[in-house]
């Protein structure tokens, strides 16, 4: 119950947070100083801060009732990591990362590496989702057959 209560008042103060950067962020201009940042620098900066705690939480939380509860469930979650460090890899590797024609805004080529990995890995979310979803209306409609 401990536990709960604690994610539930974590996720209360992230979501206050978030809403007070968006309040801040477009009634003051998202200005640090005298340097005015865009929007989306500010959002996607506290974005990728929000996704690295839900994978601290994740793997730290996970590893700790892993411990607890059955220690043999270790292996499943390493194996876990290796395949998402796995699919990374390879949605880096596939990443070109040649710029946009007639682009206004240019970009480093890591950068734009990063930007065609992160495309690749939203792709491949998308496909396993779609997948996930036919073979499992497949497997249910299977076992409801029996």
Same mark, same amino acid.
């Given at each position: 119950?401990? /536990?709960?209560?604690?994610?539930? !008042?974590?996720?209360?103060?992230?979501? @206050?947070?978030?809403?007070? &950067?968006?309040?801040?962020?477009?009634?003051?201009?998202?200005?640090?100083?005298?340097?005015? /940042?865009?929007?989306?620098?500010?959002?996607?900066? !506290?974005?990728? &801060?929000?996704?690295?705690?839900?994978?601290?939480? !994740?793997?730290?939380?996970?590893?700790?009732?892993? $411990?607890?509860? +059955?220690? %043999?469930?270790?292996?499943?979650?390493?194996?876990?990591?290796?395949?998402?460090?796995?699919?990374?890899?390879?949605?880096? @590797?596939?990443?070109? #990362? +040649?710029?946009?024609?007639?682009?206004?805004?240019?970009?480093?080529? #890591?950068?734009?590496? @990063?930007?065609?990995? $992160? /495309?690749?890995?939203?792709?491949?979310?998308?496909?396993?989702? &779609?997948?996930?979803?036919?073979? #499992?209306?497949?497997?249910?409609? /299977?076992?409801? %057959? %029996?």
């Amino acid at each position: 119950m401990k /536990l709960n209560k604690i994610f539930k !008042w974590g996720m209360v103060v992230l979501i @206050l947070i978030s809403v007070a &950067i968006l309040v801040w962020g477009f009634s003051a201009g998202f200005a640090i100083g005298d340097e005015a /940042l865009p929007a989306t620098n500010v959002l996607l900066t !506290w974005a990728a &801060i929000m996704i690295c705690i839900a994978l601290f939480c !994740w793997i730290v939380i996970g590893l700790l009732v892993s $411990i607890k509860n +059955d220690p %043999k469930s270790l292996v499943k979650m390493g194996i876990a990591l290796v395949g998402i460090v796995v699919v990374c890899l390879i949605a880096y @590797l596939l990443a070109k #990362g +040649d710029p946009v024609p007639g682009a206004a805004v240019t970009a480093t080529s #890591g950068e734009l590496k @990063l930007t065609d990995t $992160i /495309l690749n890995l939203t792709l491949i979310a998308g496909v396993g989702a &779609i997948v996930a979803i036919i073979v #499992g209306e497949i497997r249910l409609a /299977l076992s409801n %057959k %029996k």
